[in-house]
């Protein structure tokens, strides 16, 4: 199984990135996905989640209105789009899988299961 996150990059503040995951070797329809950034000191946080089909998406407070999170599971790939970038948003962002099909930003880390490497997101003038 295998996770692959990607399109992090060095952007403006007020700009827009749009992140991949990649996913092979799961049957990708059959679960939720979550993204999830680190910055440099901080712990790991919770950015949003999609269920299996695509129907329910949550947000943490931080990125509402400015972040979307998507699935084309025909091309067994999730997106986040990121628009009106701020420095703060500057981390390492993850995808995982959850092992269950609904989204919940607060269901406990025991129900993930792979990881992306991790993309690297810049935001600086």
């Known amino acids: 199984v295998q996770l692959q996150a990607s399109g992090g990059g060095l952007v403006h503040p007020g700009g827009s990135l749009r992140l991949s995951c990649a996913a092979s070797?799961?049957?990708?329809?059959?679960?939720?996905l979550g993204w999830f950034r680190q910055a440099p000191g901080k712990e790991r946080e919770r950015v949003s989640c999609?269920?299996?089909?695509?129907?329910?998406?949550y947000y943490a407070d931080s990125v509402k209105g400015r972040f979307t999170v998507s699935r084309d599971n025909a091309k067994n790939t999730a997106y986040l789009q990121m628009n009106f970038l701020k420095p703060e948003d500057t981390a390492v962002y993850y995808c995982a899988n959850w092992v269950v099909r609904f989204c919940d930003l607060n269901l406990n880390d025991n129900y993930l299961e792979h990881w992306g490497q991790g993309t690297k997101v810049t935001v600086s003038s």
């Open positions: 999609i269920s299996s089909s695509g129907s329910r998406s």
């Open positions: 070797g799961l049957t990708f329809d059959n679960y939720a």
